[in-house]
């Protein structure tokens, strides 16, 4: 008897690690918005990102991921793009991507991304499809 077992009907957790929880609140929950659900310390802070779960891991040594780790799809990138600059969000520069005044780049099929890290360096995104 063959048992067929799927996760697509599971809630998604997502994760990104910090060194220093006390920043990390203040930036998820403060200039992101994002509602604190529990302080887990010395482990993780956990977030509500819309229905998914952000879990805040609490790090001694952090590795950078050389690519972004989290990403929220907006409906207006520019109008997301000013809020989070006049939150203190200063969006990243890559060499020899075309971006925007705002930092905000266009796909080829139209997708627009701008980037941006979190205290520790991780980078975060923010996207209209």
């Given at each position: 008897?063959?048992?067929?077992?799927?996760?697509?009907?599971?809630?998604?957790?997502?994760?990104?690690?910090?060194?220093?929880?006390?920043?990390?609140?203040?930036?998820?929950?403060?200039?992101?918005?994002?509602?604190?659900?529990?302080?887990?310390?010395?482990?993780?802070?956990?977030?509500?990102?819309?229905?998914?779960?952000?879990?805040?891991?609490?790090?001694?040594?952090?590795?950078?991921?050389?690519?972004?780790?989290?990403?929220?799809?907006?409906?207006d990138i520019?109008?997301?793009?000013?809020?989070?600059?006049?939150?203190g969000v200063?969006?990243?520069?890559?060499?020899?991507?075309?971006?925007?005044?705002?930092?905000?780049?266009?796909?080829?099929?139209?997708?627009?991304?701008?980037?941006?890290?979190?205290?520790?360096?991780?980078?975060?995104?923010?996207?209209?499809?």
């Amino acid at each position: 008897m063959s048992t067929q077992f799927s996760l697509g009907d599971r809630p998604l957790v997502a994760f990104v690690s910090t060194r220093d929880p006390a920043r990390a609140k203040t930036f998820y929950g403060e200039t992101l918005g994002l509602r604190l659900v529990s302080e887990e310390l010395p482990f993780a802070l956990v977030f509500d990102a819309n229905g998914i779960t952000l879990r805040v891991s609490v790090v001694n040594q952090l590795h950078l991921a050389p690519y972004t780790v989290l990403g929220w799809q907006v409906p207006d990138i520019a109008a997301a793009a000013i809020a989070l600059q006049q939150a203190g969000v200063q969006f990243e520069r890559y060499q020899g991507m075309p971006q925007d005044a705002l930092g905000i780049w266009q796909a080829p099929g139209g997708a627009k991304v701008a980037w941006f890290k979190d205290p520790d360096g991780n980078t975060l995104s923010i996207a209209q499809h």
